[in-house]
């Protein structure tokens, strides 16, 4: 016993020495900076900007390959979509989209990536190692959001103007279902179950959770700050916790974030964050969530099980879309 | 899950139909994407696929009329970039139509637009004769005593018309129907989006140059009730009479050179000149002509307006771009009015999932009606006199400058009801009774 008690210390030190040697969760969030044509690097173990490269014009959507290697980002002013190497930081390749492409979601064959092209009414379907165009899906007017179930059997696509869930199957490239939500939709995001898809609407202020096996909402979510006045109050980027217990919602120049219980649809918490907070990408551990804040020119940290903003770092100018690598 | 059967395709349907109309909704509805190519096709064939025997339950449409009544301008506006082109309006309205099929090929439902220009009588004979066809949606540019004339004519009717081409806040307070909504501005409303602009500036003194006509008289009536509202201070008035001349003499600059400073001499001490000058024939002769260098708001210069072709902000750009492969020209003011008035038909139909025209002209005037239109936030009607709760733009010829209302102008229930004429100030009675 007592020479457990004097051994303890020194086993305790020794995994700190170990732990700084090899930092567990040294991941690298990727920023694209809308107004900048940049892209900023942040090291996640360090909290700061370790590096900013330019890139093509007005980066919005970004997302990573599943292998990690690569930064896959829509152009939107250069009508493509570019491959830049994450390590490196330099270009790799362009992909064939629509016009003025926004938002993109790579299937988990990790080989089917699908592009919002807002000018043009069309989903685009893109290879990525062939860079060939597989399919073009016609959807409403404007559309923005793209979800994709974790089993890769469905889509959904979010159209501004007409204001619908496309729920499109990944085999036909069909539309099967379109369901109607609240004003101007922006994001569609499954839980990890598929049990629940969430949709934001940014104009009606709302959040619709749909049933993805009958298409029917479950809940509508509302939200009330006090003294924020209601049309400030715009949501659009939502991440669920791994588990499916909270989400995390976005909600633009009301520049909060909210919590919300997944069963009870309540709101827990208004986190408050940069100005006009908008996409949002969890670290692969899930401890933090960092949020793009387009009008103060910065990313919020959010510590996920204290549910506090923790950090702020300057980035770019108008920071739009995030990604954090998976190792 | 999400296995694709027969069964969760049937779910395209709306609740509304019979399991015998699903199955002639699916018919119908991929063969109207396969048929949705474009405006052109959204244009000229508007009308579904004909589906022999069951076609009556595969599709429902609405016809949305645009009377655009001949009127004649006594001069030319100054510049050659604001002349106006005669589809004006009517394009807008075409994308709204165009916006409408692309949801309601979601939906099955339709949309058309039918155009009638003419004089007031004219119009009137022709929207009776479209009522029948079953035109119950009118949009109408026309001058304030033709749109009464027009209204009253269709006073009683199942007609909803909505004002597209008068700013002129009568028409929605003492002379409101109780048939008319109107998308366009007010005067009071874009005088006000101007001054909260121009107050959050600090640049509170204004020197107002008013021109001679009877529209510029009740837009300084409205640049007034603005000073006074928002605490700002019209430091001295001038009546701007000067004859500058026609617009397309060869030449002339050398003397409205000289005549624009000597006009603008002596003036008490100012931030900005508000010009007034609603038919565009003299404001534009102001910049960099004045006696102190002084900013131009108003008529010309920094000017409040409900659209413009520079906006990009809120999704604008897709919207900007689709309007231009329709027109072939950037949209205007007007466009935009009658667009929003289109998608507020087409809103209230992929709401309610209904096409009778009770029940969309009941859903537009409760207060369950929203509508986005690029400004940001969701518009609506007003309950007490049907004008459009909107954001304004507050421009520079080129540039959007910022939208009004502008921070800290508070409002007990809408801060987009700091704009215009609120409820406790209204005249119209015709909207209560």
Redesign the interface.
Known sequence: MSRLSTLLPAMVSAAIAIFCVTPANAYMAYVTNEKDNSLSVIDTDKMEVVKTVKIGQRPRGIVMSKDGKWLIICTSDDNDVKIYDAKTLEYVKSLPSGPDPELLTLHPDGKRLYIANEDDNLVTVVDIETSKVISEIPVGVEPEGMGMSPDGKVLVNTSETTNMAHFIDTTTHKTFDNVLVDSRPRVAMFNSAQTQLWVSSEVGGTVAVINPADRKIISKINFAIPGVEQESIQPVGIRITKDDKIAFVALGPANRVAVIDTSTFKVLKYILVGQRVWQMYFTPDYKYLLTTNGASNDVSVIDVANQKAIKSIKVGRYPWGVVVSPN | ????STS??R??APAWLSPRGAASFLVFFYAA?AA?TGYAAAQNAPQPIPIPAQSEQAQQSIQILYVKEDREREEPPLSLLDQPSPDDGIAGAKLGIA?NN??GR??NQSFKLDVLNGNVDDLIKGAQEKLAAGDAFIIADMAPDSLLKFSDAMAGKPVQIFNVGNPDDRLREEDCRANVMHTAPTRSMLADALAQYLVWKRWPNWLMVVGPSQNDQMLADAYRRAAKKFGAKIVEERQFKVDTGNRRADGGFEQIQQQIPQFMQGAKDHDVVLVVDEDEVFGDYFPYRTWVPRPIVGSTGLIPTSWHASLELW?G???Q??FKRLANRPMRAIDYDAWLAVRAVG?AA??THQVDFKTLRDYMHSPKF???GFK???LSFRGWNGQVREPLIVTNPKMFVSVSPQQGFLHQF???DTLGIDKPETKCKAYTQ
């Open positions: 899950m999400f296995s694709v969760t395709i779910a395209l994407i949705s916006d692309t949801t979601f939906l999704g750009t897709q919207f771009n689709r809103e992929s709401r929203e509508v986005a940001g936030v969701a809408s801060v987009l």
